[in-house]
């Protein structure tokens, strides 16, 4: 069933006072004339009902189909246009020294990066919208390794995790988790806050990770 063409109405409206104000002006000489036109309005008249009635039952059969159809109508399903979410990891593993204090982590690697937020040069996500977005990131201490790390959104600390593997051939990893409501071009990282020591593990047994996508 196909709806009823609303600019047709709109047109038969406009018709429809065009006759009406034709009519009126008209002298009596016009009788002839007048008639038609008359005539012409009532065929348009009903015209106009019989639009009006299948335009109904069009609406009412389109609500018909749920909110899930009414949804996809007007959003296409190929629409990803306000679709944002990215993950990356770290390539290989590292030592404190190479990190340092108060240095941003930058997870060299891509593995999804929808809407483009993310940058694997510098580290940092740039959101490209508005909305409320999870942020999930893992640090992974190797022989004697140890530090802490923050989530930085705006310069504001949002998040903080800390690992510590004391022992040789020990490995200790930490997955922390943050929602947080945030604006288009806000900037999003992961930071050191302290210098650290030893080593740091990222590779096929566990890895540095940084994670984050929009929920709505
Ligand atoms: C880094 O990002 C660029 C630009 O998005 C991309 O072309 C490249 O494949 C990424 N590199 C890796 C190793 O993920
Ligand atoms: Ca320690």
Request: net charge negative; charged share 20%.
């Amino acid at each position: 069933m196909s709806c009823v063409d609303t600019m047709s109405i709109f047109n038969i409206i406009l018709l429809f006072s065009w006759v009406t104000a034709q009519s009126n002006t008209y002298d009596l000489d016009f009788t002839s004339v007048v008639k038609n036109l008359q005539d012409e309005l009532h065929r348009l008249k009903i015209q106009v009902e019989n639009l009006e009635e299948s335009h109904k039952t069009c609406v009412s059969s389109l609500k018909s189909f749920g909110l899930v159809h009414r949804k996809r109508l007007l959003l296409p399903e190929n629409d990803q246009s306000n679709h944002v979410a990215f993950s990356a990891h770290i390539s290989s593993g590292f030592t404190a020294a190479s990190l340092g204090k108060g240095h941003e982590v930058v997870y060299d690697v891509s593995d999804t990066n929808i809407g483009n937020g993310y940058d694997n040069v510098t580290g940092t996500f740039r959101a490209p919208s508005a909305g409320v977005y999870a942020f999930t990131w893992t640090i992974c201490a190797d022989n004697h390794g140890e530090i802490e790390i923050e989530l930085v959104i705006n310069g504001r600390r949002r998040g903080v995790s800390h690992v510590d593997s004391e022992i040789t051939n020990d490995l200790d990893c930490s997955t922390a988790f943050v929602i947080e409501k945030v604006s288009v071009g806000d900037l999003v990282f992961i930071r050191s806050t302290v210098a650290g020591e030893g080593l740091f593990m990222s590779d096929g047994r566990a890895r540095w990770a940084f994670s984050g996508w929009k929920l709505f």
